[in-house]
């Protein structure tokens, strides 16, 4: 009996254990993501002239020191509607995230936006595109808070360093699979207050065949003076974006 039960819990033991290996992360991870946008919206403003986009990037994650870094591109027409030129945006960033307590989490980085060829600082009254802020956030279950801010000009506004975005929002998973998205952010541009604004999404994820789609309604109160398109459409009108990313 005694020789049983010990068989059973060194079986057991061995088992237990061979599921914690499988569950468990590499030291490395590395992945890759593509997608398209039906408009690339950024912080509700759109950065396509309300077009369709096209997006993707890698990742890297070291999971022992939660250190991270990667980068991004999109299909972009803002600067040329700015009367400079380009038509990609390249994001490169890189941080740190894990966990203060549990459930509370934290992430703070630096992200830099590079718009190769903008061209914005031969315009008058801007300066060029290229920005880089750096950020914090803390997160709770499923909310987080989250705060940047510009340690270059922001965006091509001239005299707009240490500007600065909040970032309220929860991701609720529901059932199903489906997951709830909610944010509402204020953009905060130095020395140049009329271009500052709220913007609000609310949307639904869920993913098929392995492709994760987001339906969302997204909007803003800024200046529909300010923020439009050569044709005189307003960049952060209310509307329902689509979009569709595939990472592996």
Same mark, same amino acid.
């Given at each position: ?20 290996? $499988? ?49 991004? =591109? ?14 990609? $945006?390249?994001? =490169? ?32 009254? #801007? ?5 880089? $802020? ?31 975005? =909040?970032? #309220? ?37 869920? $993913? ?41």
């Amino acid at each position: 009996m005694k020789k049983s039960l010990l068989a059973v819990a060194v079986a057991s033991s061995f088992l237990t254990g061979f599921v914690h290996a $499988e569950d468990a992360k590499p030291d490395n991870e590395v992945s890759f993501n593509v997608g398209v946008a039906s408009d690339y919206r950024y912080r509700g403003i759109s950065q396509t002239r309300l077009d369709p986009a096209l997006q993707g990037g890698a990742d890297y994650t070291h999971n022992p020191t939660g250190f991270y870094a990667g980068t991004w =591109l999109s299909s972009i027409k803002w600067t040329k509607d700015a009367g400079g030129g380009g038509d990609v $945006e390249w994001d =490169l960033y890189a941080g740190k995230k894990g966990e203060i307590v549990k459930d509370v989490s934290y992430d703070v980085g630096v992200l830099s936006y590079v718009y190769p060829s903008n061209g914005l600082d031969n315009v008058a009254g #801007l300066v060029n595109a290229n920005t880089t $802020e750096i950020y914090g956030q803390i997160g709770y279950g499923p909310m987080y808070a989250k705060y940047s801010s510009s340690v270059t000009n922001l965006f091509g506004n001239p005299n707009s360093k240490n500007s600065g975005y =909040l970032d #309220l929002g929860a991701n609720i998973e529901l059932p199903d699979t489906y997951t709830l998205v909610l944010h509402a952010g204020r953009q905060m541009i130095k020395n140049n207050s009329a271009y500052s604004y709220t913007d609000w999404k609310v949307g639904v994820t869920k $993913e098929f065949v392995g492709v994760a789609f987001t339906l969302a309604a997204i909007g803003t109160n800024a200046n529909d003076a300010l923020y439009v398109t050569p044709a005189g459409k307003f960049t952060g009108k209310t509307s329902l974006v689509l979009t569709a990313v595939k990472t592996f």
